[in-house]
């Protein structure tokens, strides 16, 4: 006798049938899917333009059924203005950046976007690291990390971790901007429920809107997945807390 199951759960279609490579325990498949999940939910695929940066982000745009570009190092949220601001019908244009890219080198640019409210979304996955490059000294590198130029662990002659979704919440022009940490069932709830609203948001003409997506680098961290997820859980969630730090509403 057969038996009959019933299909409960299975990929988004946006989802193409491979992948770029990412290493194993590394979240940005995670974010991928998440990205996939809220546009075919929102039923945004067709409006929507993403931007990527140079890192891990890359290659976002392969594996993913929408229209894309990859831009200089830094330079996402600038692309991603000028592709708002050039086409008409109002496409929901976002970026998806590592830590490194968003910021450091291009934190001018997104405080700059902030500066002038453009109507983007910037989602910035922080692996507290350069991920591509070597596992170096990053802005989001916690206090007392292990990296490759801070083999005894960050201390304060390197300085202190940037926190930019709290940073931007003082920038008139930014409309919404939290922080999620999707490598849970409940984060990954919460991280859907954020980028749905920073979507909308945009779609408002709110403002700006901001989202940080915690992620594990196991190979640059020098642990296994299961042991980095356990180091997000004790060392990155009280540093970099999930939650909603600013939220306009519609108000424009």
């Given amino acids: ?38 546009l075919e939910e929102m039923d945004l695929a067709r409006r929507a333009i993403g931007v990527a940066g140079v890192g891990c982000s890359f290659g976002f745009f392969a594996s993913i059924n929408i229209d894309g570009a990859n831009c200089a190092h830094g330079a996402a949220p600038a692309v991603a203005t000028g592709i708002k601001h050039a086409l008409y019908g109002k496409p929901l244009v976002f970026t998806i950046q590592g830590d490194g890219d968003c910021a450091a080198i291009g934190g001018g640019y997104v405080l700059n976007a902030a500066s002038r409210a453009e109507k983007i979304t910037i989602i910035m996955v922080n692996n507290a690291n350069y991920g591509t490059t070597g596992g170096q000294l990053a802005p989001t590198t916690i206090m007392g990390q292990v990296t490759s130029t801070t ?61 940080e997506l915690l992620s594990a680098c196991p190979p640059n961290w020098h642990m296994t997945p299961l042991e980095a997820i356990q180091w997000m859980e004790d060392s990155m969630l009280p540093e970099y807390p999930e939650g909603i730090f600013k939220d306009s509403g519609g108000e424009k």
């Fill in 1 to 38: 006798m057969t038996e009959k199951k019933e299909l409960v759960y299975t990929k988004p279609k946006l989802k193409l049938g491979y992948g770029w490579g990412h290493c194993p325990g590394c979240h940005h498949p995670i974010v991928e899917k998440l990205v996939c999940e809220v």
């Fill in 151 to 211: 083999p005894h662990g960050r201390n304060t002659g390197q300085g202190y971790p940037i926190h930019l979704p709290e940073l931007l919440v003082g920038m008139q022009g930014v409309a919404f901007t939290a922080r999620a940490a999707p490598f849970t069932p409940a984060g990954y709830r919460r991280a859907k429920s954020y980028l749905k609203t920073a979507f909308q948001r945009q779609l408002d003409e709110a403002g700006l809107t901001f989202v």
